[in-house]
């Protein structure tokens, strides 16, 4: 099993920036690609950006030239860069593992909220 704790979330004003962090525990050998995700109030989850274990990076269209996706291997952190951040990024972000043959873990999700 693989165990995901997100910190970082928080209020912050539109236009600033703020760095979510997700420590991985466990079976880390078995993760290939991390990712982040966010739900907003009376929405579907949706997919923010991704990064592979060989480094390349997917983003939403909605989030691209403002985050930035990072991963640091020796300490089994993956984070999100957020700036010029706006009110629509609101919303509870979310870590995801995927891994080789045990599926895919989530975290329990931090929240961003960016006040206008």
């Known amino acids: 099993q693989v165990q995901l704790v997100e910190s970082g979330g928080g209020l912050v004003q539109a236009g600033g920036s703020l760095r979510l962090s997700c420590a991985a525990s466990?079976?880390?050998?078995?993760?290939?690609?991390m990712g982040w995700y966010r739900q907003a109030p009376g929405k579907q989850r949706e997919f923010v950006a991704r990064?592979?274990?060989?480094?390349?990076?997917n983003y939403a269209d909605s989030v691209k030239g403002r985050f930035t996706i990072s991963r640091d291997n020796a300490k089994n952190t993956v984070y999100l860069q957020m700036n010029s951040l706006k009110p629509e990024d609101t919303a509870v972000y979310y870590c995801?593992?995927?891994?080789?043959?045990?599926?895919?873990?989530w975290g329990q999700g931090t929240q961003l909220t960016v006040s206008s």
């Open positions: 466990g079976s880390i050998l078995s993760i290939h690609t």
């Open positions: 995801k593992a995927e891994t080789y043959g045990l599926g895919g873990y």
């Open positions: 990064i592979s274990s060989g480094g390349s990076t």
